[in-house]
């Protein structure tokens, strides 16, 4: 087949012509080795979207990759030598190249990999078809199992059998979810196939670390839409496994408010208004993500006024405990709500402990403080300094 516009990456690609990268393309080639961008570039290349990471995989072996890289005056690091990955710099810049590849044993979580010298084997080795794409340093694509076509109609699908891929690494539940929430056309639906392999499989999921869970789901609810792959992972019992005692009934109208009101998504909401058991624990958050997740929860399915909570916890909590209550009640936030949390969020309580001594001091004057910011608080923060210290 001839070069076409069709099988080559479009010439505007940064990293095709990234000078950095151009320098480890030669040292790899120097010798007649083969050497190819693969992975997440070539997909996000080809569907216009931004590229965050790099990888090349190679026919060359770890030790030729550090010894050609280093004669051309890169700096080679042995990063994950046991699976055949060095990591390359150039002018600054980290390049992961990961020698052919095929699978003698996997258990689920990791495998025994022996290198090859056939790149379909490195090909067998990925989750989806889309991902099974490589790109020479011309720019010209290979596809070694036909996974091009699925890129193109925007179809994410197992490479070759799925139970086979899933029992591979289980965390690809997860990672189907993500990709078609990221990457899918939604009028495609989920592959019925991966998704009967799924509910197959679903005990291997427990063999998954929670931090790896915690990581695979925060990127799920970042996507621009993950409503539909969210219920599609409850209708085959996923979600449960992973979230147990979750509910997903709210999650679309939340997305539909984000958008509908301008307020930027945030993936720790979307959580918040799933709900479950134990869920910073059960998916390892962070402690500053822990402690939102449980400010969105409380104040979402709280009482307390948009204004107290813009002004004690600042405009993003209150703005996002609007788009959940919104949610909850099918109710789209009046712009004055907006108004309101803004303004909040400005205002400063106007006296301190001084101005309320001698006749306070103490306890009592910690309690007496609280009180009347409480009082200011109701007033709509109307009530002036004078009147405050009167009321004491």
Known sequence: MGRTDENLIPPDTPWLTDPAARAVCAALQAEGHHLYFVGGCVRNALLGRPVSDVDMSTNARPEEVTRL???????AVPTGIDHGTVTVVSDGHPFEITTFRRDVETDGRRAVVAYSDDIADDARRRD???????????????DPLGGLPDLRARRVRFIEDPAAR???DYLRILRFFRFTATYGDPALGFDAEALAAIAANLDGLETLSAERLGHEMTRLLTAPEPAPAVAAMRQVGALGRVLPGSDDRWLGPLVHLEQEVGIPADWRARLAIL???DVAVWLRLSKADGRMLEKLTAHGFGATTLAEIA???????????LLIR??????????CFLDTITDAAKAEFPIRAADLMPRYKGPALGEKLRALEADWIASGF???AQELIDRA
Do not use: C, D, H, W
């Not at 340093?137 to 290979?142: L, R, S, T, Y």
């Not at 002004?311 to 405990?321: H, I, L, N, S």
């Open 69 to 75: 890289a280093e004669a051309a005056g890169l700096k």
């Open 128 to 142: 989806f078809t889309m991902n099974a794409l490589y790109a020479t340093p011309a720019g010209e694509i290979v």
């Open 166 to 168: 899933i029992r591979e």
């Open 275 to 277: 709900g479950g058991e």
């Open 311 to 321: 002004y004690r916890e600042g405009v993003e909590v209150a703005q996002q405990t």
């Open 326 to 335: 919104g949610a909850v009640a099918a109710e789209i936030p009046q712009k």
């Open 382 to 384: 109307a009530l002036t």
